[in-house]
Structures are given as C-alpha cells and as structure tokens.
C-alpha cells in the first residue's frame, strides 16, 4: 500500500493535500465503480416500468371495451351464416319467410322455386323466383315487408303485368334474394 516513510516526509500542508487528494480519487472511483453503474441501471428499469405500465394501460381500456364491441358485434350476428347451417338450410329458411311474408300481405302464390345460389369470399347470395298474384297494394305491402325484414332480404328484380284487361289483379314475377356473411 502506501509506505507511511513517505506520508511523514511530508509536511502538515501537504498531508492535507495529499489526504484531500486520495478522497477525491476514491469518491471518483466509488461514483464511477459504483454509483454509475447502479443509476444507470435504474434508469433503464425505470424506463421499461414505464413502457410496460403503458402497455398495462392501453390493454386494460381495450380489455375494458370488450364488452361493449361484443355486444355491438351480436347485434349483426343475425347477418352472418350460422357455423351449422347448410347451403340446403339456408335456401329453406329463405323459402320459408317468403311464404309467410306473401301470406301475410294475401299474396296468391303460384310457382316459388329456389335459384342458383352465388357464394363469394365473404358472402353467399340465396335467390328466390316467386310467381304470384294479387291487386297492386298487397304487391307493395309484400314488398315493404321484404325490404323491412331483420336480414338481408331485398326484391332483385320484378316484372308486373295485369292478369286480364282491365283487371285489377296483376301477375307478378319477383327475384328475391338474401345476402348472408360467411
């Protein structure tokens, strides 16, 4: 270590100096050893708690809005196909609700048969021909109920004719479809 022979050489002024200097030294040493290191360390970890409480954050306000974007969501669940449902199921249910909304409006039906059904990436198209007669009004009232029906339902194409002259009885010819999401 330090040879005490040269600390009692030295005079009082310069023990002290020496003395002052070897703290310095050491402090220097300690803060650069130690300290630094230590806070340096500290700093990055308190920047990544502040990353990740961050994140916390973000994913608790997207945790929190599930709710509200799956109820959303259920509520246009009427517009996707169900997993179960067939092509088959699919073309009888739209069969069935033109049945009942032709026989709710008093529409006399005289053919109804099922088209080629049309299927996209993201959709499938269900169509109906319908053949039916009836006064004008209850053309229109069935087609108000189409249009105002909680799926997809919509009058693709129509051609209406008078039954006889001067009747008030029209033949009707109606493409009807239903859009359902895959």
């Not at 005079?11 to 300290?35: C, M, T």
């Not at 990740?52 to 954050?57: V, W």
């Not at 026989?103 to 499938?124: G, Q």
């Not at 209406?160 to 239903?178: F, H, L, Q, R, V």
């Amino acid at each position: 270590m330090i040879n005490l022979a040269f600390l009692a050489r030295l005079n009082k002024r310069e023990r002290l100096l020496f003395g002052a200097a070897a703290v310095v030294v050491g402090a220097a040493l300690v803060v650069h050893l130690l300290i630094a290191p230590v806070a340096g360390r500290l700093m990055l970890l308190d920047e990544r708690i502040t990353t990740q409480t961050d994140l916390i954050s973000k994913n608790v306000r997207i945790v929190a809005e599930k709710d509200r974007v799956k109820a959303a969501a259920d509520a246009f669940q009427i517009y996707y196909a169900n997993k179960a449902s067939t092509q088959e199921e699919e073309v009888a249910y739209l069969l069935g609700e033109v049945d009942e909304m032709a026989r709710s409006a008093s529409l006399y039906i005289v053919d109804m048969k099922p088209l080629n059904t049309e299927e996209d990436a993201v959709s499938r198209k269900v169509s109906v021909d319908l053949n039916c007669e009836a006064q004008m009004e209850q053309i229109l009232t069935f087609m108000h109920a189409v249009a105002s029906a909680p799926h997809l339902l919509f009058v693709e194409s129509i051609n209406i004719t008078p039954k006889e002259k001067d009747s008030t009885i029209a033949k009707c010819n109606m493409k009807i479809s239903n859009i359902i999401f895959l």
